[in-house]
């Protein structure tokens, strides 16, 4: 197995990195947790309210968190800038990809490079005509000790501010749902109204559309396949979690009790169950900014109920819920039982996440 990679992993963040705690336990990844919090402190222009949360969330490092998941693989890893599909090398069902260091090709390909797909068959995005939120954040020292949200039009008209404290570290930032409004000065605008640093940027355009699962022989994860969740923008626990179901589809390819196009038509059927949670995430981003700024705090308060909050906050951890990754551990086990029906591959999981 290779990955390749125009980058070292780790080497580039470009997320505020926080997850459900519950996410990292499952995967034995709280090494890299730098923070916890069991609430949410929502701000608006009109007021403010805290969310008590029905399960905490973790703040973690990047580099260290890709360096544990990294551990216990037996993959090579090379850097090599991606460019697209390159024409078959042989007759066979390999599928060659075109890179800076020559053509290498494989019979099972993933694209985990991104937004931009860089292996699909012409349906790329090009900002800003695309579904497409853009965020930036500076990572100035410093503490804090909540976990907090700005909904104010003064930093954003369509999308949203944010703090996250990482320990040493805050990460604090603009997003906005709409990609043609720049966020760097209102980034600038919120780190000066928290006395902290503009330093240390980084920014990436984040999909809020769920695209599909796969395309022309080659599979896609994370960003290429829309992954990351509308509204929230949390893009890490779901590549996580489309990752996984997508590694036990290929495992039952490299041992022999499905072919490629079993696994292609089952990972997409994965993929495409999720649609309308994401298209309703969807319709909530796209609602949020017709609200008049005047209502909007009364509204955060009244949504701060605990009963709207246990109810609301757990259906959006079952989007991609903690006890999928807990099954990793004995995956192996599991696979050696599906040659026998690989109907079952998917069926527990699929029954988990569409019992709601």
Request: glycine fraction near 10%.
């Amino acid at each position: 197995m290779l990955v390749v990679d125009r980058y070292e992993i780790g080497e580039r963040q470009t997320s505020a990195c926080g997850i459900p705690t519950l996410w990292m336990e499952a995967l034995g990844l709280m090494d890299a947790e730098r923070q916890r919090f069991d609430s949410l402190l929502m701000h608006t222009a009109h007021g403010d309210a805290r969310y008590r949360l029905p399960f905490t969330f973790s703040t973690f490092d990047y580099r260290e968190l890709c360096a544990l998941l990294w551990r216990d693989c037996d993959a090579r890893f090379e850097t090599a800038k991606v460019n697209g599909r390159a024409p078959a090398i042989n007759d066979d069902d390999a599928i060659a990809i075109d890179t800076d260091r020559g053509t290498i090709s494989a019979p099972l390909v993933v694209d985990a490079l991104g937004w931009r797909r860089m292996l699909a068959n012409g349906d790329g995005y090009q900002p800003p005509d695309a579904p497409l939120s853009r965020g930036l954040e500076v990572h100035p020292e410093g503490k804090g000790d909540d976990l907090e949200i700005w909904i104010d039009r003064r930093y954003v008209p369509a999308g949203y501010g944010w703090s996250f404290p990482a320990r040493d570290e805050l990460r604090i930032g603009v997003g906005s749902f709409d990609p043609r409004f720049h966020v760097r000065k209102t980034t600038e605008l919120l780190a000066e109204d928290l006395d902290a640093e503009r330093v240390r940027y980084q920014g990436n355009w984040i999909p809020h559309k769920l695209r599909k699962g796969t395309e022309g022989g080659v599979f896609f994860a994370g960003d290429s396949a829309g992954h990351c969740l509308p509204l929230s923008a949390e893009g890490i626990r779901t590549a996580l979690y489309f990752g996984i179901a997508l590694g036990r589809e290929l495992r039952g390819v490299v041992d022999g009790w499905q072919d490629r196009e079993a696994a292609a038509a089952r990972y997409a059927e994965f993929n495409d169950s999720h649609e309308w949670k994401f298209r309703w995430m969807l319709r909530v981003q796209k609602l949020v900014p017709k609200i008049p700024s005047r209502m909007l705090g009364p509204l955060v308060r009244l949504l701060g109920n605990k009963r709207f909050i246990e109810w609301s906050f757990s259906h959006y951890l079952q989007i991609a819920p903690p006890e999928f990754a807990r099954g990793s551990a004995n995956d192996q086990n599991r696979a050696g039982q599906q040659q026998d029906d690989p109907g079952d591959a998917l069926r527990g999981e699929r029954d988990l996440v569409e019992a709601e």
